[in-house]
């Protein structure tokens, strides 16, 4: 019953191929997100989707596209990979706190190296 | 966009009292204060959040000053478990993720 999953945890990959993260989570949440962790750790937004309609985009290579089918899965799919393009990348979800800010909930990540 | 200050790293021995301060200067009106958690190899994790005076659950406290300029989480009693890296972001309602950005955070290391 886990909240939020990603597949697969780990990605090794060559330079120049075409490779997808998929994400689910089971929560009910109407928000979810695509992070990348580089190698110094620093935690970068990258989208946000709220009902499966496109909130946050930002200043991503349009290498990198997220796909919605539905609001329990948010797909992020990256053509011609670079070496650049390696890190962990995080998927999480939110729902609002009663009077406050969303409450993110964050998967296991994703380890993507490029070769 | 409210940005944040905290301690790179701090070390602790097990069953003491951690404090970590964020500095966060031109917080906004409708911006509230979080803490996440992150272990190594996995995603953050919701600690705690609040908007003034004092919050607690069971996994630990946030204090927060009238001016609202810094805020603390306190952590009770730790133990090795707790060593990890403690981020601490400020944001409004509904922002979608908009203003929640992730500094370096304060990297905790619980030593026995």
């Known amino acids: 019953d886990t909240a939020v999953s990603q597949t697969p945890k780990y990605l090794v990959t060559q330079m120049g191929n075409d490779k997808s993260i998929k994400c689910e989570q089971n929560l009910g949440h109407d928000t979810m997100y695509w992070y990348k962790q580089d190698s110094k750790k620093f935690l970068k937004i990258m989208f946000s989707y709220n009902n499966k309609e496109l909130i946050i985009n930002e200043t991503v290579p349009n290498r990198f596209s997220p796909k919605s089918p539905d609001k329990a899965h948010l797909n992020l799919h990256i053509n011609s990979l670079e070496l650049g393009d390696s890190a962990v990348y995080f998927c999480?979800?939110?729902?609002?706190?009663?009077?406050?800010?969303?409450?993110?909930?964050f998967g296991p990540g994703t380890r993507l190296t490029v070769l | 966009l409210a940005k944040t200050t905290q301690p790179i790293s701090m070390d602790s021995y097990e069953g003491q009292e951690v404090n970590i301060t964020c500095s966060h200067n031109?917080?906004?009106?409708?911006?509230?204060i979080t803490w996440y958690q992150q272990f190594p190899s996995q995603g953050p994790r919701f600690i705690i959040q609040?908007?003034?005076t004092k919050v607690t659950n069971e996994v630990a406290s946030l204090f927060i000053p009238a001016d609202r300029k810094s805020s603390t989480l306190s952590l009770p009693r730790v133990s090795l478990s707790d060593t990890a890296v403690y981020y601490c972001?400020?944001?409004?309602?509904?922002?979608?993720?908009?203003?929640?950005?992730f500094g370096p955070g304060t990297r905790l290391s619980v030593l026995p």
């Open positions: 972001l400020v944001g409004p309602v509904e922002d979608y993720g908009q203003n929640f950005v």
């Open positions: 999480a979800s939110s729902h609002l706190l009663a009077g406050g800010t969303d409450t993110q909930y």
């Open positions: 609040g908007y003034k």
């Open positions: 031109n917080i906004a009106t409708n911006d509230y």
